[in-house]
């Protein structure tokens, strides 16, 4: 049972409770959040992001990402405040845990390209110009 859908994301519960997010994104914090203590890293934009590199992330809830190719890194303000994509990125690997009975999603993803303008660089799930 879809219980709804915001944007892209579909929200779904089952009748036996369990929720699970579908991310066509990986949404994170301003860096800023981590120096003023109210985030851990994982769960920010790192101030030196770097193209080919692979950095760690931190979601809470069970979320899902496509891992078939690339998506967009946005920054997120929270309550569904988004960016226009920051970076262009590939998820390596998403797991879910449970730590103080909250469930989380750690991962790792790399950086395949840096946008530093404002233009648009994805078209639903394609890089612009990779669409046929």
């Not at 109210?38 to 950095?55: S, T, V, W």
Request: with cysteine; aromatic share 12%.
């Amino acid at each position: 049972m879809i219980k709804f859908i915001i944007g892209f994301k579909i929200y779904v519960t089952l009748y036996m409770g369990i929720k699970v997010e579908f991310n066509p994104d990986l949404a994170l914090r301003n860096i800023s959040e981590f120096k003023n203590g109210n985030r851990k890293i994982e769960e920010c934009i790192p101030e030196d992001l770097e193209a080919g590199e692979i950095y760690p992330f931190l979601k809470r809830d069970k979320r899902n990402y496509w891992l078939g190719g690339q998506i967009p890194l946005i920054e997120t303000k929270g309550g569904e405040v988004l960016s226009r994509p920051k970076a262009s990125i590939i998820i390596l690997e998403a797991t879910h845990f449970v730590e103080n009975d909250i469930i989380y999603t750690k991962g790792l993803y790399k950086v395949v390209e840096i946008f530093r303008d404002n233009d648009i660089h994805f078209e639903c799930f394609d890089l612009v110009g990779t669409r046929k």
